[in-house]
């Protein structure tokens, strides 16, 4: 159980286009998604959180214009960067919660998305 | 944004060695949790500490949560090949899964067979 996907697992595009990341919890409802970047040899930073039905709240220098964050349902949250640039380019993870029961603990990563800007 | 900072940034080591890797913070965590990433994959949940001064076993890790609940170490005994891979410590200012986690910058682990 407490399975998370994402999708695509690696997507390249060309500078200036917009690209959409979705996280989904395959088994479990997510009132809680996470999305992190990771720069290669780096650690996870914290880019935005977001709760079901509501604004996500962003972390401090992430720009919520250029990060745009639906969290639309309990099981698919997705994360478009719009006007990407090369150095956008990196491995975004996604992580979700249910904020109960025997899973309330824990947050489930997904297995991250390898975005290569050109 | 905060890290925690984690050491040894790498280490090299033989099969059937042990290892340790630490965990600090010049501010308090109330949860520690210990992750493993392979890669182009997403953190796996090793050990999870909800108390200070606690020390908690899954198979061959032992990780404790520091009586100041400014630290961590996570061990490691009689390493083997999968074992391979990045180690971060993750801290939250509360239990629970909606809290924000911080991360360490890692440690990454090579094991020669």
């Known amino acids: 159980g407490a399975v998370v996907s994402q999708h695509p697992s690696w997507v390249i595009c060309k500078s200036g286009t917009s690209v959409k990341i979705e996280c989904r919890s395959l088994d479990f409802q997510a009132t809680t998604m996470f999305w992190y970047r990771q720069f290669p040899k780096q650690s996870l930073m914290l880019m935005a959180t977001s709760n079901e039905g509501s604004k996500a709240t962003y972390e401090q220098g992430v720009e919520k214009d250029k990060f745009l964050i639906n969290h639309a349902s309990l099981t698919l949250s997705t994360l478009t960067v719009t006007s990407a640039h090369p150095e956008d380019s990196s491995f975004y993870i996604c992580?979700?919660?249910?904020?109960?029961?025997?899973?309330?603990?824990?947050?489930?990563f997904g297995p991250g998305t390898r975005l290569t800007v050109l | 944004g905060q890290q925690l900072n984690q050491s040894p940034q790498s280490m090299f080591i033989q099969e059937g060695e042990d290892v340790s890797m630490n965990c600090t913070s010049s501010?308090?965590?109330?949860?520690w949790l210990w992750y493993k990433q392979d890669p182009g994959e997403g953190p796996v949940l090793l050990i999870a500490l909800y108390k200070a001064g606690e020390l908690t076993s899954n198979g061959r890790l032992t990780a404790q949560f520091g009586i100041t609940r400014k630290d961590s170490f996570l061990n490691i005994s009689a390493s083997i090949p999968s074992d391979v891979g990045i180690y971060f410590c993750?801290?939250?200012?509360?239990?629970?899964?909606?809290?924000?986690?911080?991360f360490g910058k890692g440690t990454k682990l090579t094991v020669n067979p």
């Open positions: 993750a801290g939250q200012r509360r239990r629970g899964g909606s809290e924000k986690l911080v």
């Open positions: 992580s979700a919660n249910s904020g109960r029961g025997a899973l309330r603990d824990t947050q489930y």
């Open positions: 501010s308090i965590f109330n949860t």
